[in-house]
DNA sequence: GTTCTAGAAC
DNA sequence: GTTCTAGAAC
């Protein structure tokens, strides 16, 4: 690929920061935006909008754009009730992709559909990725930081064996390591929970001093029930509702309806709008809209859940999908032994605890297990008479044809059937859009076209059909 | 950076 | 037969 064809992509950071619909919080020298593919839970970026490719390109002078960047980073931890700040990662890549300078706040439990390559996990569990404190040493005392050698920078990349960054666990296979993450996600999501129920009880508990101090003398009529706060302790999950305030009975009742039921599932993801401790509930769709127009409600339709591409919306014809929210044959996600093709479910974690991943984790509505989904390309012109549905929508077989999925869907007693599924292979093959003879390049039309005009304006009055909303 | 495919590797 | 990976395109 040239050069400036790659540039186009390397840009995607600059164009962000001219749509203000992006930005969780803005400054006049830096905005925080969200990862769009996020490779943990929580993921954001800190983009700087002065014009620093990378922190190859600051010097000592920068050190107080890079305390400002950091200020921004925490903002954005703060407004995160779910986790602490100490679940964190603040840090920079040293050879990053992009062409703007950004500053990486990702929470450590590495637990996302995104994490599809060992690349992605060596990015940010190697030298690859610079700790903010170690930049802003390295600038004070130094003055400069080198870029890593191509050479090293690829090794980097490919290192294995790939190491937990919680515990000692180690594998050189990537899906082995996300089932083992999303293990200490749910472990953890398990400590946070009864630490919320804790906290509960002693809240009541004052509360219950405190109501004692006020009412010294019972009520003859109504005896006290005997040591509640014993019941409670005892029974956390049956706290006695006459015990609850009216505020305390609301927030039960939308405990249960909301956090409660994500215990024992995967409870935060970015994809998910309807959670409730979703950190970009409410936050922009940016360009999805505009770029995935509202497609029929049937098996021709892809539903966005089905790939990273961002929060769901709720209106249209979307919302009333009830199906699974990944394919319903996601078995490279099972366990699998090292060196062996068979698929099978008991893992080196295995022991009592939360469900066991993946065979019992939810698949409708909520936030699933990551996995290697593919998302849907946003980048067609539905103004094409035949691409009046997205390429990959029409061309890609859901499941590739083969015994094992056969036996799966027979199982699952799935009826949704994609419309390739019956269809010669190679008439599937021809309508490919990465078939070189199929493709369409866009981005060499639009490169055309910018050429002419001034990126910000054609950004704003035609949002670029952008691969990364 | 991501998706997708073909072919190699297992 | 299935998974992994490199390369192309975006």
Redesign the pocket.
């Known amino acids: 690929?040239e050069v400036d064809?790659?540039k186009y992509?390397r840009d995607e950071l600059k164009r962000k920061l001219s749509d203000k619909r992006n930005f969780l919080i803005e400054s006049d020298r830096a905005v925080v935006i969200k990862a769009?593919?996020p490779?943990s839970q929580y993921h954001f970026r800190v983009v700087a909008k002065d014009e620093f490719r990378d922190i190859t390109k600051l010097t000592e002078e920068q050190l107080p754009l890079l305390d400002h960047m950091m200020d921004l980073a925490n903002q954005i931890i703060e407004k995160q009730e779910h986790l602490e700040s100490r679940n964190f990662r603040i840090g920079f890549?040293v050879n990053t992709?992009?062409n703007r300078l950004n500053l990486h706040v990702i929470s450590d439990d590495f637990y996302s559909m995104?994490m599809?390559?060992?690349?992605?996990w060596n990015?940010f569990n190697t030298e690859l990725f610079m700790p903010f404190q170690m930049v802003h040493m390295m600038l004070s005392v130094q003055g400069s930081i080198e870029p890593i050698p191509e050479e090293r920078h690829k090794e980097l990349?490919?290192q294995k064996p790939l190491r937990c960054n919680q515990c000692d666990f180690v594998t050189d296979?990537?899906?082995d390591l996300k089932a083992h993450l999303y293990q200490h996600w749910m472990r953890k999501e398990g400590e946070r929970e009864q630490k919320k129920k804790m906290d509960k009880i002693m809240e009541m508990i004052n509360e219950t001093k405190l109501d004692e101090v006020a009412k010294p003398e019972p009520l003859p009529e109504k005896p006290v029930q005997a040591q509640p706060v014993a019941d409670i302790a005892r029974n956390p999950n049956k706290i006695p509702r006459s015990l609850l305030t009216p505020q305390q009975q609301q927030g039960k009742q939308q405990a249960q309806g909301g956090y409660v039921k994500y215990v024992y599932r995967p409870p935060v993801n970015m994809m998910n709008q309807n959670n409730p401790n979703n950190p970009f509930r409410n936050t922009p769709s940016l360009n999805i809209q505009s770029l995935n127009p509202r497609q029929p409600n049937n098996f021709n339709y892809r539903h966005p859940g089905f790939?990273?591409r961002g929060p769901m919306p709720l209106q249209g014809p979307r919302a009333s999908w009830s199906g699974p929210r990944f394919q319903p044959n996601q078995?490279?996600n099972?366990f699998?032994f090292p060196?062996s093709?068979a698929?099978c479910q008991p893992n080196r974690m295995a022991q009592p605890g939360p469900q066991q991943f993946p065979k019992n984790a939810p698949t409708s509505g909520q936030a699933g297990p990551p996995g290697q989904?593919?998302?849907?390309?946003p980048?067609w012109n539905p103004t094409h008479a035949s691409d009046s549905q997205h390429p990959?929508q029409k061309?890609?077989p859901q499941n590739?044809p083969?015994?094992?999925?056969a036996k799966q869907q027979s199982e699952n007693q799935q009826t949704i059937q994609h419309p390739n599924q019956n269809k010669n292979p190679n008439q599937?093959?021809s309508q490919?859009?990465?078939?070189?003879q199929n493709?369409?390049?866009?981005?060499?039309q639009k490169n055309r076209q910018q050429s002419a005009g001034n990126h910000q304006n054609q950004g704003a009055n035609n949002p670029a059909p952008s691969?990364?909303n």
């Open positions: 690929m064809e790659l992509f769009d593919f490779k890549k992709f992009w995104a599809k390559r060992p690349k992605h990015s990349q490919d296979l990537l899906l790939g990273p078995h490279q099972r699998r060196r093709n698929p989904q593919q998302g849907v390309r980048k990959n061309s890609k590739r083969n015994a094992f999925h599937v093959k490919t859009p990465n078939n070189p493709r369409k390049k866009p981005y060499q691969t990364f």
